[in-house]
């Protein structure tokens, strides 16, 4: 039997980041229907952000990419909550990545959670690189 895991992703892109990583980030959200062609299908197999809509997580699954103001700023701002299988949590890697060098400042990220399970596994940026998962 599988365990499934709450995985959020919630951070702010610097309002230069690169249209490739944008077009890749609205594909994997679902705002996108197409792959963009210079992603490599054996390092993004498919939509890892795009909420299904008949998820079991209480309040469904939502993805969003933005661009909005942060005061004195834009940036872009990147939230999904969706529900994944235990054999994808690797690829948390995969999006993990394609976020970090793009991300304004360092720090939290997201979190991860088995379903049933009380304790988070704090996702964060650290410097233009992903940092540890804590918990």
Not at 14 to 36: F, I, K, N, Q, Y
Not at 58 to 68: H, I, N, V
Not at 100 to 110: D, Q, R, T
Not at 126 to 135: I, V, W, Y
Request: charged residues 25%.
């Amino acid at each position: 039997m599988s365990l499934h895991y709450e995985v959020v992703f919630t951070c702010f892109l610097r309002d230069g980041t690169p249209e490739p990583v944008l077009e890749a980030l609205r594909w994997h959200t679902g705002a996108s229907e197409e792959r963009p062609p210079h992603l490599d299908e054996d390092e993004h197999p498919y939509q890892l952000l795009a909420p299904d809509p008949d998820s079991r997580l209480p309040g469904g699954e939502f993805a969003s990419l933005r661009y909005q103001s942060l005061g004195s700023q834009d940036a872009w701002g990147l939230f999904a909550r969706t529900l994944w299988l235990d054999d994808d949590i690797g690829e948390l890697t995969t999006v993990m990545d394609l976020l970090a060098p793009h991300v304004e400042g360092s720090g939290y990220a997201g979190y991860l959670r088995e379903e049933y399970d009380t304790a988070v596994s704090v996702l964060t940026f650290d410097e233009g690189a992903r940092g540890p998962a804590t918990g």
